[in-house]
């Protein structure tokens, strides 16, 4: 065991300090990566293995959830073991699950091993922050810093394009191969380097059956809202025991953890206002994001034409200008009032929804790309802005568990909201597909007018009528999307009064960005 009372290991210099900051970038590199590279080749690992869209939207919450779960362990894995070796054994293991996604045979092989690497990623992000903080010099806080959020917001861009480019030319099983190689060598580099750094550790208590009510909790009601809709939801006696069980659960969890001396969440930090209503906000509009960030690309190929790597392209944009936003924003954080910032986000966030509310079936290229050029405003200020406020008034010893709080609800909310937001578009859909109908008769003008052009081009009525019919069922997803963007814009607008009923937060350069 460690000594608790031991000095700082001094920083890095010259060429060590540059391969190790490479080899904890990888690290964040590849646990964001991981969260969006699936996302525009769901179609094809869907039809590949035989299984529909909608169940393929698995890969995406299974690994989503998972890791929410996993996030709150990270403190007690670290104080038990170490910052280092925690984390690169959190590397070594994501690479191992990563392989074994590259390899799967069926969905749900493929989502069991989603699980295993959401489950063992929860460490590699504030891990590889307060690794990379912990070599730079404090006076080059901020480059450590820039590093890592850079790597942060690099991997979304290059997630969409890369696991469309490999789906469409090579397999969608490389889209996790990948992270083979850049697993390996990042966990080698890093033990290699920090091994002799490592953090003291303590015997320390864990809190199993919060962990258990945890994972009952938000494992049903996860399970409840990928599988309500193909059930009909709550006419199912399955979807309504899931329900029952998630509701005891989380009421149990509530009341266990609330009482329990050494929890694994710490829900007395909700006795501060600023973390309370920074959290909300923070959530919801993280959700919010990551459902228009799963809802496009698979509007964009099922129902447009869009290749995966094309569906990629179109967001490539937005992260494009997060990064080189993202330096400047840092630079205002001390000085400028978070709430600000925030409200510039969310403000930029419902500009861009708003912007997509207006689509057809028409739309082109860059009517895509102008409305996500227009969010990547938002993400340079957002995560950092929104950490600011909830970690304003947090005890400096209570940060780290308050961060792990804020990841964990984040990341839950993202999951929850991907199974969501494709139960509403089926259902918007269903919707606007049945008053087209309503109106596509033989007694309609219009519609004898088109029958009347594809007869000239030689379709006799069976082709006819089910070409109309596809048409119509396009138009009715534009129309579906085009309200869920319209939603999403007022839910934005929505979160800045929840802000300004926090008070005033200013970035104190490196601690509060470290908490993430």
Known sequence: ??????????????????????????????????????????????????????????????????????????GWFMGRFGVVRTFVAAVAAFTLASFLCGIAWSLDSLILFRIMQGAVSGPM??????????????????????????????????????????????????????????????????????????????????????????????????????????????????IVLEACISAIAFAAWIIWETNEQHPVVDLSLFRFRNFTLGTIAFCLGYAVFFANVLLLPLWLQTNVGYTATWAGLVAAPSGVIAVLLTPIAARFMARIDARILATVAFVAFAISYFM???????????DFVWPLAVQGVSMSTFFVAMLTISLDGIPPERIPSASGISNFTRITAGGFAASIITTMWDRREALHQSRLADTATAYNPAMQAAMDHLHKLGLDDLHAYALLARNLAVQAYTMASDDLFWISGWLSIAMIPLIWLARASYSQGGATAAAD
């Open 1 to 74: 065991m460690s000594a608790p009372g031991r000095a700082a290991p001094a920083p890095l210099h010259g060429s060590r300090l540059a391969i190790t900051a490479i080899a904890l970038a990888l690290g964040t590199f590849m646990q964001v990566l991981d969260t969006t590279i699936a996302n525009v080749s769901l179609p094809t690992i869907a039809g590949n293995l035989g299984a529909s869209t909608d169940q393929g939207t698995w890969v995406i919450t299974s690994f989503a959830v998972s890791n929410g779960i996993a996030v709150p362990l990270t």
């Open 125 to 238: 992000v504030p891990g590889s922050q307060a690794l990379l903080i912990s070599i730079f010099p404090s006076d080059r806080r901020a480059t450590a810093l820039g590093i890592w959020s850079i790597t942060t917001l690099v991997a979304p861009i290059v997630g969409p394009i890369l696991g469309g480019y490999i789906s469409d030319n090579i397999h969608w099983s490389w889209i996790f191969l990948i992270n083979v190689p850049i697993g390996i060598v990042a966990a080698f580099l890093c033990w290699r380097n920090l091994n002799d750094r490592e953090t003291p550790t303590r015997k320390l208590p864990i809190d199993r059956v919060g962990l258990i009510l945890l994972a009952v909790w938000v494992g049903s009601l996860q399970i409840m809202l990928d599988t309500g809709k193909d059930a009909d939801w709550f006419s199912s006696p399955v």
């Open 356 to 366: 997509r509310a207006n689509y057809t079936e028409t739309a082109g290229f860059w």
